[in-house]
């Protein structure tokens, strides 16, 4: 029997566990042999009276490397930073990848997206370097160093090379923030110049925002600062069906936190009412990793099971209410281990 493979499960908060409960059901029916280990972080670590990033969260995923992990919220208030920042900083998980595609079934304006985002994870304005100037007056610190602009656009154009990607575009507003997205690019040319392979061009954001929505096919793969990334994420995933469908992977050089794009969303928390689909795409994408990483191609297999279910069931109209069909969180998880079983 093949060994099993401990990796991580941190459900999160508000919808978290409800779609982690499906997306585990999803990958143990398709036989991905995984061993898990449960450990929590936001406001369901504050239950058990821990900091909202325990350490034996940290450790255990230094320990696997791998986790698959729910939204977490941060509390609102002094003396919190974001349980997300806290864990891609400590890790060093300094590159998000985003893919965002067309899925089938899914009616948007658009049929043929394509696009994988690759969003600078550790520094920009997420930095949180905030501070009170005088009463009334507060200013939020955006940072940018040569070192971290320069690794996430090796990163970019080495994932656009080994995927054979059509072109690497980046978005930026350097014609405003001349130090810090001046720096951005400036990096963004000396990888464009050391991989001419890679077809390479720079768009200011505002603009790119507006051609995204006009014609999403103009792209192919985006490299953001954080901010910019962030909010051009949901932008994108308004082009394929919502926050629902865009799975995600904080990836650093030695661990990989993969999560949907979306948070915790509150409002429909508890109703057996949200789309696991972009964590078990997420947990797809720990699969694939753990296949590029570790060899074991057996993971492969079991993801290309799930996507066969998920396609399938996409096309059939067997879906959650966010793409206009009438399942719950469980019920659509049992089309997808019936399908996976049949
Ligand atoms: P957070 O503060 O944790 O980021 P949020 O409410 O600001 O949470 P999201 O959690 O990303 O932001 O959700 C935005 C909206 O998108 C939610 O109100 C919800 O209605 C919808 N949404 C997000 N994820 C899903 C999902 N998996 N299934 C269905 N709807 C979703």
């Not at 821990?50 to 941060?74: S, W």
């Not at 394509?114 to 501070?131: A, C, K, P, Q």
């Not at 130090?179 to 963004?188: E, P």
Request: glycine residues 10%; proline residues 5%.
């Amino acid at each position: 029997m093949t060994e099993a493979r401990t990796v991580v499960a941190i459900p999160g908060d508000g919808i978290g566990p409800e779609v982690m409960a499906s997306a585990r059901r999803v990958l143990e029916a398709a036989g991905a042999p995984l061993a898990w280990v449960e450990h929590h972080a936001g406001l369901r670590a504050m239950q058990d009276g821990d900091p909202v990033l325990p350490e034996a969260t940290l450790e255990a995923v230094k320990e696997h490397k791998v986790a698959l992990k729910g939204p977490c919220t941060t509390p609102v208030g002094k003396g919190f930073s974001s349980v997300n920042v806290q864990l891609r900083k400590a890790l060093d998980l300094y590159a998000a990848v985003r893919p965002v595609r067309s899925l089938p079934g899914v009616k948007t304006r658009f049929d043929d997206v394509d696009l994988v985002i690759i969003r600078e994870n550790t520094e920009g304005l997420y930095s949180g370097v905030e501070n009170v100037v005088t009463p009334g007056v507060v200013m939020s610190m955006k940072v940018a160093t040569e070192k971290a602009c320069d690794r996430i656009s090796a990163w970019a154009f080495d994932y656009a090379k080994k995927r054979e990607r059509r072109k690497l575009t980046v978005f930026h507003k350097a014609n405003i923030m001349k130090l810090t997205d001046g720096l951005f690019i400036r990096c963004s040319q000396a990888q464009a110049d050391l991989n001419p392979e890679v077809p390479y061009e720079e768009v200011i954001i505002d603009a790119g925002c507006m051609k995204m929505v006009q014609d999403p096919t103009q792209f192919d793969v985006l490299v953001l600062e954080n901010l910019y990334g962030d909010v051009v994420s949901d932008l994108c995933a308004g082009l394929v069906g919502g926050l629902g469908v865009v799975p995600g992977a904080n990836i650093g050089n030695s661990e990989a936190v993969f999560e949907a794009v979306h948070g915790s969303a509150p409002d429909i928390a508890g109703r057996d009412i949200a789309n696991p689909l972009a964590l078990i795409m997420s947990g797809v994408m720990m699969l694939n990793h753990l296949a590029d990483t570790e060899g074991r191609e057996e993971m492969r297999a079991a993801a290309g099971r799930i996507k066969t279910a998920y396609n399938g069931a996409l096309e059939d109209g067997e879906c959650t209410r966010d793409l206009g069909g009438s399942l719950g969180t469980s019920a659509f998880t049992d089309v997808l281990v019936r399908r996976i079983q049949s």
